[in-house]
């Protein structure tokens, strides 16, 4: 079996040769490695300060399954495969995933447990030793000619909208659009057009719109503009518990509101038979898709809005 290492030339893992073809395993390893920071430093992704340690980087299964051209599910299963024999260490959060590298310094450090790298450095170029003390690895004496770096793929961010919408197949969608020559800027009009009337069509048609599954957008869902108002909605309630003052005294009121509606028509509301129930639901949200997926919290809170209509028009 081989023993020691060898030094491999940072830009190479950026080069058309590297990049062209879909990655091996052995390859993908190889590039983790090559990604990790040699020391400690930060990355801003979307904004975000991200701090990473010797032997870290923060990179996405998104991201990597577009570097590696490979499909998101293979680089997940090969991490889950390195964290199982305790190569890698990740940590995922709202950005990205940060992966380190258990090992790194086995890989990165002159010398080894049994000695053998120091003879590997020997019979290498002279360089490797005279730039010991530096920070970061220099370039061999003689780099490969017309290594060139290769510009980010304009598709990760299409492939992040898409899974963003609600598109788990993502990645199929971009290699599909790929396939049958859609430019990116055609598939951002297209995002776009989705994006423009919320809860009209399901994220499958948008799937086949983007593959040319369907040359038109279908017939909108019916009472799509009621969907995009419980959207609005939902939105509303979010910004409210995140703004200040303001927000606050209203969402006071609302749940005051509630509260009121509860003690009116709560035991009403229990006490209802399955088709009366059923009724209330179809007055309260006429669109099945948004009843089918409203969590039952937000449920109730419609169905009681709608005894208290009912019994304002009574009343009248």
């Known amino acids: 079996m081989a023993v020691g290492w060898f030094a ?19 390859q993908a390893w190889v590039d983790l490695i090559g990604l990790a920071r040699f020391e400690a430093g ?7 300060r991200i701090d990473l340690e010797r032997g870290q980087l923060a990179w996405s299964e998104v991201g990597l399954a577009e570097r590696w051209k490979w499909s998101r599910g293979k680089v997940r299963r090969f991490l889950n495969e390195l ?18 590298i258990t090992n790194y310094e086995r890989y ?13 450095a020997d019979d290498t170029a002279d360089g490797t030793r005279k730039n010991k003390g530096n920070k970061e690895n220099n370039p061999p004496p003689n780099p490969l000619p017309d290594v060139q770096p290769v510009a980010a793929d304009p598709w990760r961010g299409v492939e992040e909208d898409l899974l963003r919408l609600g598109v788990s197949a993502a990645g199929q969608a971009v290699n599909g659009a790929r396939e049958r ?13 989705f ?9 499958g048609a948008l799937y086949r719109r983007i593959t040319g599954g369907l040359t038109a957008w279908p017939p909108p869902i019916e009472n799509h503009l009621a969907a995009r108002r419980r959207a609005d909605e939902v939105d509303r309630f979010e910004r409210q518990r995140a703004d200040g003052s303001a927000a606050m005294q209203t969402a006071a009121i609302e749940r005051r509101e509630q509260a009121e509606r509860e003690e009116k028509y709560g035991q009403r ?15 309260a949200v006429p669109d099945e898709a948004v009843r089918r997926h409203m969590p039952a919290k937000m449920m109730r809170t419609e169905l009681l809005r709608v005894l208290d209509e009912r019994n304002g028009r009574a009343a009248i």
């Not at 509301?269 to 007055?283: F, H, I, T, W």
Request: no cysteine; charged share 25%.
């Open 8 to 26: 491999i030339w940072r830009q190479l893992l950026e080069s058309e040769l590297w990049l062209q073809e879909p990655f091996s395993r052995g």
């Open 42 to 48: 930060s990355v801003r992704i979307k904004g975000k």
């Open 83 to 100: 964290k199982n024999d305790h190569q890698i260490v990740q940590q995922k959060n709202n950005v990205t995933s940060v992966i380190s």
């Open 108 to 120: 990165q450090t002159p010398g080894t447990a049994d000695g053998t790298a120091s003879r590997t």
């Open 181 to 193: 020559g859609l430019s990116v800027e055609a598939a951002r009009e297209l995002l776009a057009e």
């Open 195 to 203: 994006q423009a009337q919320p809860g009209a069509w399901q994220p």
């Open 269 to 283: 509301l229990d006490g209802m038979g399955e088709n009366e129930r059923r009724q209330l639901k179809e007055e």
